[in-house]
């Protein structure tokens, strides 16, 4: 007779696992209101788009707040931030909106 053995390929989260890596998140901001807003897009299709929207939404929200799109500087099809862009970025950004998209 066979035997059937159904198992779960579920991962356990590292951050719920006791030696998973955690760290504090970001201080955020009251408002955005007088900050500078990064929109980060990588380049995969429809993070522009996503992008455009939020920088729509936020303007409404944050009349003023001033926006900076920006375009990773490494790879082709998924770009990634370069460490220099990364250090000029976090001298003038005050937030950050990042966009992975298909």
Request: aromatic share 4%; no cysteine.
């Amino acid at each position: 007779m066979a035997t059937l053995t159904i198992v779960n390929p579920v991962a356990e989260p590292k951050a719920d696992a006791l030696s998973g890596g955690r760290f504090q998140p970001a201080k955020r901001s009251a408002s955005l209101d007088g900050k500078t807003v990064g929109l980060f897009w990588n380049a995969k299709a429809g993070g522009d788009v996503a992008l455009a929207r939020t920088k729509e939404n936020l303007a409404r929200l944050y009349p003023k707040a001033t926006f900076v799109d920006i375009l990773a500087a490494h790879g082709s099809h998924m770009r990634q931030a370069s460490k220099g862009q990364v250090e000029e970025l976090s001298k003038r950004i005050h937030a950050i909106v990042g966009s992975t998209s298909d």
